[in-house]
């Protein structure tokens, strides 16, 4: 099987819901209004409740309690909701994905910790529009559970990465291809917008000094994510490529800077993510 494949074969647990569909559709419609996008979104009452929880959590810190999707919407714009939404989906869409190929834990431990960091990279770096980096750091390794869910005995050999074999070179190996590859061609089939697809799909280009900064943002922060979720195993000299914090003027500092936000704000996202796993 290809990466797409496995794209391909993604059942209807991993399909994006009509209100994403149709909150994309308002926003291409330039006679759209405010109450055209709550209706959409207010019709199914737990969304709504998880997008107010997300709105008003430390991915996005907006002064002041934000009650309603309407006022979110003012607020902070159609983007955001829309990015919002997708973090959702990424909540629910596995809440019945039961693996042993793979550690859930960490896996959804790595993805919002890669979320809050490359969001806070983003600012150090000066990049704008930065949500769409937390969303793209969050769904970059969605592939590693399509790979569990229909091929576990290749989830497991690829869970066997140590500090001379990163994840992503034993993706490689063994698949041929990496987790990131199969994201974004999921992502594709999801119509998700391609600023966000972007630095999944050239995740392993993250060195090529022509490469788009997202990239390289990306793959920093899956570097710190590892480094997190494995600290007995990884060092910092084991997983940072300098080469990818010079085009982007980030220090030392902003690293740990980062790492440390993500460190502290990581649990209260997971507990509003997946409850499941991470109740209190």
Known sequence: MNAHDYA???NGSFALPDACFKVKALMADES????????????????????LQIANSAIYSFPGEISTISRAITIIGTQAIYNM???????TAFKHFENQAIDLKRFWRMSVYCGLVSKNLAISAGIRDIERLFVAGLLQNFGELLVAKISPELAQQCEKYNKNQLPWQLQKHVLGYTYTEISADLLKIWQIPEKIILPIRHFNAASSIEINKDVKILNLASRLALMDSHSDEFSYADVIDESLCRPLGLSVEDLTQAAEFAEKEATSILSIMNPKLFSK
């Open 85 to 91: 939404m997708l973090v959702d989906v990424a909540a």
């Open 8 to 10: 391909l074969q993604a």
């Open 32 to 51: 759209s209004e405010i109450s055209d996008f709550a209706d959409v979104i207010g019709i199914d009452p737990s969304m709504t409740s998880r997008l």
